[in-house]
């Protein structure tokens, strides 16, 4: 699926129903999370039933299309089904027992193939339902004219703190062409640093929230000295959630673009399993964690693996800082040494491209443990030749390591 997005322009008349329609949409996902709670044992499919009974019993929820009903009802089993799959996987900690939504600046309503009319020259899209929205022209760089219509599986009307979007799921196989590069890389992410690779790249922490707290202080005092209930205070909100906005439009932006070039420019992508929940619990740390993004910068990394047909292994992190890339030794060193001394074979190196080293190691010795027709490699690269047990030319490869102990 690929998911364009556009920024919806009407009027305050408009906007006000596109609430409501928000809020009907919660109150049936809610609705139908309640009805799973009263009665266990129900299914996705008694869901799609109960939503007729919320139609009968409310008369403004009939206002709302059948289908964005079924969507909500879809959007509340996406969420049990989560909690059961975190139960049967045995996931540490809170098993992400659903929980009601409350009243938020951001929200959304999803619509299938009924209940919106998109016009012949793709600007503008007309809601039908019963709340009776209206027309309204779509501003974004997004051309739809290449698709049909019928491959429009869903739009969503989704609320953010600078105004209303639509986004359109259209059903399409993304797939790109990737130049054999016969390179391999090992990623570990840090504070100092965004990420450092094996080859000794590293690539600035942009720290996009430190930058901008003086803004958000400024904006938060704002809300603090209005009067609560009041119209300015209303403002002052507003302008408080465009400010996180943009720090997190800024972080996703930058995530995006980086794990893209990562992944184009590499055959192999080497990156560490880390629980960033745990690392978090850190009070010193939680905040330069959190603005890092090591997770968004993650997934992004996996998707654009799989766009590029290029493998992103996840390894271990276990002692991927203490071991010594070239020898294999346990080099102890606190979280403050940034530089690698090994005393056993005397190999200087920074600290996180000898940890890049290790990752990227981990990764193909794994690689190589698995069955010869699991393995999904291109003929000819350098990671073929790794396998088949030749010798490489990558500079990591050339390195000769004893066995742990």
């Not at 978090?280 to 993004?293: E, F, P, T």
Request: hydrophobic residues 35%; charged residues 30%; glycine residues 6%.
């Amino acid at each position: 699926m690929l998911v364009f997005e556009a920024k919806l322009r009407g009027t305050d008349e408009q906007y006000v129903i596109l609430d409501e329609m928000i809020r009907t949409a919660r109150f049936v996902r809610n609705s139908c999370l309640r009805y799973w709670m009263d009665n266990r044992g129900v299914n996705r499919y008694d869901l799609n039933k109960y939503c007729r009974v919320l139609r009968e019993q409310f008369e403004w929820c009939k206002k709302l299309s059948a289908q964005a009903c079924q969507a909500s009802a879809e959007r509340a089993w996406s969420a049990i089904a989560r909690f059961f799959d975190n139960c049967k996987k045995k996931v540490p900690g809170l098993k992400g027992y659903p929980k009601f939504k409350k009243h938020q600046t951001h929200g959304s309503v999803e619509y299938k193939v009924d209940g919106w009319v998109l016009s012949d020259d793709r600007l503008t899209i007309t809601f039908r339902d019963g709340f009776k929205a209206g027309t309204f022209r779509m501003w974004g760089t997004r051309d739809l004219h290449f698709y049909q219509k019928e491959q429009i599986k869903r739009v969503r009307v989704v609320r953010r703190a600078d105004g209303y979007y639509i986004q359109f799921s259209i059903e399409k196989v993304r797939k790109e062409h990737h130049e054999p590069t016969n390179r391999m890389v090992g990623i570990d992410v840090g504070l100092n640093h965004f990420y450092t690779d094996s080859d000794g790249n590293k690539v600035e922490n942009p720290r996009f929230l430190r930058k901008s707290e003086k803004a958000l202080k400024r904006a938060q005092k704002r809300v603090s000295r209005r009067t609560k209930g009041s119209k300015n205070r209303l403002k002052a909100v507003k302008q408080l959630g465009r400010t996180h906005l943009k720090v997190s439009r800024r972080r996703k932006d930058f995530a995006v673009k980086t794990a893209r070039a990562l992944v184009q420019s590499a055959d192999l992508v080497a990156i560490e399993d880390l629980k960033v929940p745990n690392m978090v619990k850190n009070h010193h740390l939680a905040k330069s964690i959190s603005d890092a993004s090591w997770t968004l910068f993650r997934q992004w990394l996996e998707y654009f693996g799989k766009v590029f047909d290029v493998p992103v292994i996840a390894v271990a992190p276990h002692y991927t800082s203490q071991n010594c890339s070239n020898c294999g030794q346990e080099v102890k060193k606190a979280l403050s040494t940034r530089t690698h001394k090994c005393f056993h074979c005397g190999y200087v190196d920074d600290r996180d491209v000898n940890a890049a080293i290790n990752i990227l190691m981990k990764a193909l010795q794994g690689l190589a443990q698995l069955p010869r027709g699991t393995r999904k490699v291109t003929p000819g690269d350098e990671m073929t030749r790794c396998l088949e047990e030749e010798t490489p030319k990558s500079k990591v490869a050339r390195r000769t390591r004893k066995p742990h102990q």
